[in-house]
């Protein structure tokens, strides 16, 4: 899921933290990224230098969000960056997030392709709610709320999951767990165990 970075950009809680250092993205079947995490209780330097590295990271990584399991960290918080059905991309902050979606008639799947920057190179096909708002806590601690349609609906439910230990594909059939394995395993030349800190181009 790549970052258009020439779309106009939302940021109603501020810029994400600068400076931080890229970090490897650990993978599916490390321990951290199937379970719960711990919630954040303290909003401090640590925190916000774990957040800067998270954006690093994902930047480093051209991806739309990431987790702070991703790399290896037990704590409740993800950064992203990512577009909307319109074309403008918003970008946050979110400590112990809670999603909200659409239920009822106000429900309508959008069955796309969704890939993992745990799992590179392995795409599958999972239908999610076009619609999602995430609730939660930013950098300094006050509340916040994101909501969004499309490809940034999909970031926010995404990126909820892994704070719970769920990676997306959880959510798949086994065929399609499977050919998803399948692809990252022959794309798995291109990402260094210590990818995106080390990148093949």
Not at 23 to 41: K, N
Not at 163 to 172: A, E, H, K, M, N
Request: with cysteine; proline share 7%; net charge negative.
């Amino acid at each position: 899921m790549p970052l258009d970075a020439s779309a106009p950009a939302h940021a109603p809680y501020g810029p994400l933290p600068a400076n931080g250092t890229v970090r490897p993205v650990v993978r599916w079947g490390t321990p951290v990224m199937h379970r719960r995490q711990a919630d954040v209780t303290a909003y401090d330097d640590g925190l916000r230098s774990l957040v800067a590295d998270l954006t690093a990271t994902m930047y480093a990584a051209d991806g739309v969000g990431l987790a702070a399991c991703q790399i290896g960290v037990d704590l409740r918080v993800f950064v992203f960056d990512c577009h909307d059905t319109t074309g403008r991309h918003t970008l946050g902050v979110v400590c112990n997030p809670v999603l909200t979606l659409p239920e009822g008639r106000d429900r309508r799947l959008d069955e796309d392709d969704e890939g993992c920057l745990s799992l590179p190179g392995g795409y599958a096909p999972l239908a999610r709610p076009d619609l999602a708002t995430v609730h939660g806590t930013g950098l300094d601690g006050t509340a916040v709320t994101f909501s969004g349609e499309g490809m940034l609906a999909r970031c926010l439910q995404h990126e909820t999951d892994h704070t719970y230990g769920t990676v997306f594909g959880d959510r798949l059939s086994t065929r399609l767990r499977k050919k998803l394995q399948k692809a990252h395993e022959k794309a798995a030349g291109l990402y260094p165990e210590d990818w995106p800190v080390t990148s093949i181009s």
